[in-house]
């Protein structure tokens, strides 16, 4: 996956010094990435989806976070709302037996 930073953080409109600390590295590193002279490391991607994806869902704003990390929080999600589904209606066949015992 290739991300613009600098558009990613542009759409947050953070500077580069919160988008550093948000993904864990040294202001004058993320200059680096940013500018092309660096690379960027799979944990720090991880931590930008990461991010993008906490900003999408705190503002209420699902295309902050990239289409995979989207796909993604919607399988979790579907599983979720099944759990949640499978557990009320166990609660609710346990509430039953127990009023007819």
Known sequence: MTLDLLALRARLGWTQAQMAS????????YNGIEGGRMA???IHLLAVERVLLAQAAYRGAP???PDCVRDDAL?????????AKNLRKSATMASGKALTQ
Do not use: Y
């Not at 399988?75 to 759990?83: E, K």
């Open 40 to 42: 960027l490391r799979p």
């Open 22 to 29: 948000a993904i864990g590295l040294k202001l004058r590193a």
């Open 75 to 83: 399988s979790v999600a579907r599983a979720i709302s099944a759990d």
């Open 63 to 65: 295309s902050l976070a």
